[in-house]
């Protein structure tokens, strides 16, 4: 049966199976799997036949999931990985070679960022940076090694939205393979392979999740892309527990209902703090001040869980109003049913220059904060409570 919406695709997809007729999915925890006899164990070992071999290869419910994700995303295939950064290696990992080049929009995550300045040049593959608020300049910065370009939208934590048809479009004319790191808009509030991406990546980790229990990562897309993608995953084992992949299986069928509530109450608090005299800027896709915002409407479903606050006065400030939070959690996660702050500048973007944290709009005195589930009315009452004890010390 084909299902017509999201939700029902969330809940109603199932990949593993049980001889106890479960109706909820098992644990698979095993690290290999048996053969009826030599012949089917070569079969499977030479890919004449399909099924599992050992779990560094697949697993029940590391299939589960991603029958899940892929239904919710639209792509051919996937893999799910033991974290999100070990998704966001393998996605350029597996398709590059030395001599390659990579067209990067500027505002990354910051790990993803040392991938590419730090740890990719050491096998010989490049990168240039395109200005998210620049992009008709991109033209101009293909060179003939050119070979993927990656993306995220939104990013992390500037909250930029670079418009998903154009650039699908632009990859296909100049054929390169186009990875978008889908995490902050999650699959159920934006689909980039519908408008051209050829891989999207999870950070499993954050909303996926949903509660802050485990590491995972997804790499979804075309399958002669997951090919290789797959070749290269299960000889260099990256490979989710069995156990963190049945978790996410479940939690992949309340990420409808969970982002329904985070959406929803992340626009009441970006919209009650937004002429806040304290504050320099409040950001969020959904929110008409945003510069991007017709843009954001036009490829989300809803705004997402994250919202930025610019607080006057810079990083002491920020970190005044950090310390006097009573409810909200001071963490570097995000995506969790519990509200979370973090100060980027000097933690998930620390490693970045100053400078370079200044092109993507990660100022000294921003703060990220992560809407959870609690109800709106006591995240104001937290935030406008420490906005007002932070103003009295600074």
């Excluded at 101009?140 to 479009?169: C, H, V, Y």
Aim: hydrophobic share 40%; with cysteine.
């Amino acid at each position: 049966m084909t299902y017509q919406n999201d939700e029902t695709r969330a809940v109603r997809t199932v990949a593993a199976s049980s001889d106890q007729r479960t109706h909820s999915a098992p644990i698979y925890l095993t690290s290999s799997f048996t053969f009826e006899g030599a012949e089917e164990a070569r079969q499977m070992f030479a890919d004449e036949i399909q099924g599992n071999i050992y779990s560094r290869y697949s697993n029940p419910n590391s299939s589960d999931l991603i029958a899940k994700v892929c239904a919710m995303e639209a792509t051919d295939d996937g893999i799910a990985t033991s974290s999100g950064m070990a998704a966001m290696f393998a996605s350029i990992a597996s398709l590059l070679q030395q001599g390659d080049h990579v067209l990067a929009a500027r505002s990354l995550f910051g790990s993803t960022h040392q991938l590419l300045t730090r740890v990719f040049p050491k096998w010989g593959i490049t990168h240039t940076y395109g200005e998210v608020s620049d992009v008709q300049q991109w033209e101009k910065l293909i060179q003939p090694n050119t070979r993927m370009i990656f993306i995220e939208t939104p990013s992390n934590p500037g909250l930029e939205i670079i418009d998903l048809e154009w650039i699908g479009a632009f990859a296909e004319a100049h054929n390169l393979i186009l990875v978008v790191d889908n995490c902050f808009a999650t699959p159920y509030l934006q689909q980039p392979a519908k408008w051209g991406a050829h891989i999207v990546t999870h950070s499993a980790t954050k909303y996926i999740d949903g509660q802050g229990r485990v590491l995972g990562g997804l790499i979804l897309g075309r399958q002669e892309l997951m090919d290789e993608v797959q070749f290269f995953t299960r000889h260099t084992g990256p490979a989710i527990s069995p156990f963190n992949a049945w978790l996410l299986a479940k939690s992949m069928e309340t990420l409808p209902v969970r982002m329904d509530r985070h959406c929803e109450s992340a626009l009441r608090i970006a919209e009650y703090f937004e002429e806040n005299t304290e504050l320099e800027e409040v950001k969020y896709p959904f929110l008409k001040s945003h510069p991007q915002y017709h843009l954001a409407k036009k490829q989300m479903k809803q705004g997402g869980g994250i919202i930025t606050l610019n607080f006057k006065g810079g990083l002491e400030r920020a970190k005044n109003f950090i310390d006097h939070l009573e409810m909200i959690s001071i963490t570097a996660n995000l995506g969790d049913s519990r509200s979370i702050v973090t100060h980027p500048a000097s933690t998930t973007h620390s490693k970045l220059t100053k400078e370079e944290r200044a092109k993507v709009g990660i100022v000294d005195g921003l703060v990220r904060l992560s809407v959870g589930l609690e109800h709106a009315d006591d995240i104001i009452q937290d935030v406008q409570r420490a906005i007002d004890l932070s103003k009295k010390q600074s």
